[in-house]
């Protein structure tokens, strides 16, 4: 049975940082291109980093670029998202993708002074 179990979110000041993790199980994770999304409320889901299946290289949506990393231990099945310099519009759900098929349940990230 697939499974991705985000953990990591919570609340944290402007500024602040905060590390997601995604351990996941079920499918050949080594295999698949792993990203994290998110969504706000009333905005649609999008992309926010994503990494290849050998994690060689990776992509940022231009608003998070130079304050999030994303990495993977592909020995530990996980996926990691590390936030620095967060701010207000970082509020959202994040959730853990491994493209094109598997998703996780989602992490409340909430950046409140």
């Known amino acids: 049975q697939v499974s991705l179990v985000e953990s990591g979110g919570g609340t944290v000041q402007p500024g602040g940082s905060l590390r997601l993790s995604c351990v996941t199980s079920?499918?050949?994770?080594?295999?698949?291109?792993m990203s994290w999304y998110r969504q706000a409320p009333r905005k649609e889901r999008e992309m926010v980093a994503s990494i290849t299946s050998a994690g060689d290289a990776t992509n940022y949506a231009a608003d998070v670029r130079g304050r999030f990393t994303i990495s993977r231990d592909n020995a530990q099945n996980t996926v990691y998202l590390q936030m620095s310099r967060l701010n207000v519009d970082d509020t959202a759900v994040y959730y853990c993708h491994a493209w094109p098929d598997f998703w996780g349940q989602g992490t409340q990230v909430t950046v409140d002074s």
């Open positions: 079920g499918f050949v994770f080594l295999k698949y291109m």
